[in-house]
């Protein structure tokens, strides 16, 4: 089956430093790429989707400039919490769509950041 | 618009006994369904899905889920449980009446295994 990665798997930074978030489709092509947070035990909230070589779309209450989204190739997305703080500790997880009808949904394995 | 929702924040089963977890769900067009398995601290793992077809899917672990149009549901269900069968479960939607691809899901329901 499909596999998507994300690096890192865990992060830990200062308060106000930006961090960087990548997912990767390895083996198929995504036009598509989306991106979720998840709370402790709560549902996955979508922050956005990403559409290859053009801007990202964000749900509504989503700060667009602070975690900013590139999709610059097919099989890459990136993520960037900008000037984190510690609420943005949680965990991230994206999801790459594949071409054709149906648009198969792959989920990487998620990423856990913590703002100190 | 679509939505999903899952009634029950915790189940709780013997092992060795069936068990349920229930979804239901909300979509203009036709739908698409899943059922994912979360591991703490691990992304989502793919159990099944219904596209169209027989109503009973069959997938992963043992699972299966049943699509009901009158009912707007999708439980899922295990004949027998399994200690290693313990995690949080979502139902997720998709509106095939878009191809975003974008889906909608359920605040999860943790399934508790005891021996």
């Known amino acids: 089956g499909a596999v998507v990665s994300q690096h890192p798997s865990w992060v830990i930074c200062k308060s106000g430093t930006s961090v960087k978030i990548e997912c990767r489709s390895l083996?198929?092509?995504?036009?598509?790429m989306f991106w979720y947070r998840q709370f402790p035990k709560k549902s996955l909230m979508l922050m956005a989707t990403?559409?290859?070589?053009?801007?990202?779309?964000?749900e509504q209450g989503v700060e667009k400039d602070k975690f900013l989204i590139n999709h610059a190739s097919l099989t890459l997305s990136t993520l960037t919490v900008t000037s984190a703080h510690p609420e943005d500790s949680s965990f991230y997880i994206c999801?790459?769509?594949?071409?054709?009808?149906?648009?198969?949904?792959?989920f990487g394995p998620g990423t856990r950041l913590t703002v100190t | 618009a679509q939505s999903v929702a899952q009634p029950e924040d915790q189940v709780n089963v013997a092992e060795g006994n069936p068990l349920t977890v229930k979804c239901t769900y909300s979509?203009?067009?036709?739908?698409?369904l899943f059922w994912y398995v979360q591991y703490p601290n691990r992304g989502l793992q793919f159990l099944l899905k219904?596209?169209?077809?027989?109503?009973l899917v069959k997938g992963s672990y043992g699972f299966e889920a049943e699509f009901n149009k009158s009912q707007t549901s999708f439980h899922l269900k295990k004949p027998s449980a399994l200690v290693s069968d313990s995690a949080l479960y979502f139902c997720?939607?998709?509106?095939?009446?878009?191809?975003?691809?974008?889906?909608?899901f359920g605040d999860g329901t943790t399934l508790t295994v005891k021996p």
């Open positions: 990403s559409n290859e070589g053009s801007k990202a779309t964000y």
């Open positions: 083996d198929f092509q995504a036009t598509t």
């Open positions: 999801s790459a769509a594949g071409t054709g009808g149906f648009r198969e949904q792959y």
């Open positions: 979509v203009s067009g036709n739908p698409y």
């Open positions: 219904y596209i169209t077809g027989d109503n």
């Open positions: 997720a939607v998709r509106d095939t009446s878009t191809n975003a691809g974008k889906s909608t």
